[in-house]
Each structure stands twice: as structure tokens, then as C-alpha cells.
């Protein structure tokens, strides 16, 4: 049974950092696709950043380039996301998500819960 579970969101001023981590369990995170996705309050589920199963250059949405980078520990089977510079807009819960596609990153098969992240100005 695949498991994602996310960790690590909070409330953080603006311009601050956070890093969430997401351990997999049920499947071997470096034959996986992982994503991190977000959903803003009234506001559809959107994706974030992406790592091919075979690593590669990650994907990242334009508002969050330069800010944002997403890594993976095989050996711990866990993925992180590194967030700076957060911004209000960044707010939201976020999901860990994993698929053995790369092709199917942006809607991969399995999700995690999602952990809350609030940017306050």
C-alpha cells in the first residue's frame, strides 16, 4: 500500500522559508515520478514542482522559479521541498504526489494528505 505523508508546513512571515518533507512508503521513491502540489483556499489543486523518475531537471511553475526547489533522499525515500522568499500568494495546503510516469507527473495516481502552509504579510 503506497503512502505519502507530508510534514514540515506552518505559518511563516513573508519572505520567510519553510522546508516540507514527504516519506513514501509502499513504493521506492527513485522509480517514482514525485511532484509537490498546492490548493489556495477556493482555488483548484495546481501544480508546484516535479522530478522525473530518473532525477533530471525538475519542473516548477513560473511563480515559484528561483524560489522553490524540490529534492529527493532515495535512501531515505523521502522528497523535499524547499521553499524561500515565501509570499502570501504561496499560501495553501500542500500535497506530496508520485506516480511511476514520469509522463504523468502533472496527475499522478497517488497523493498524500497535504500539509498547511500560511504566508502571513
Known amino acids: 500500500q503506497v503512502q505519502l505523508v507530508e510534514s514540515g508546513g506552518g505559518l511563516v512571515q513573508a519572505g520567510g522559508s519553510l522546508r516540507l518533507s514527504c516519506a513514501a512508503s509502499g513504493l521506492t521513491s527513485g522509480n517514482y515520478a514525485m511532484g509537490w502540489f498546492r490548493q489556495a483556499p477556493g482555488k483548484e489543486r495546481e501544480f508546484v514542482t516535479g522530478i522525473g523518475r530518473g532525477g533530471g531537471n525538475p519542473a516548477y511553475r513560473d511563480s515559484v522559479k528561483g524560489r522553490f526547489t524540490i529534492s529527493r533522499d532515495n535512501a531515505k525515500n523521502t522528497v523535499y521541498l524547499q521553499m524561500r522568499s515565501l509570499k502570501p500568494e504561496d499560501t495553501g495546503v500542500y500535497y506530496c504526489?508520485?506516480?511511476?510516469?514520469?509522463?504523468?507527473?502533472?496527475?499522478?495516481?497517488?497523493w498524500g494528505q497535504g500539509t498547511q502552509v500560511t504566508v502571513s504579510s
Open positions: 504526489a508520485a506516480d511511476p510516469n514520469t509522463a504523468d507527473m502533472y496527475r499522478p495516481s497517488y
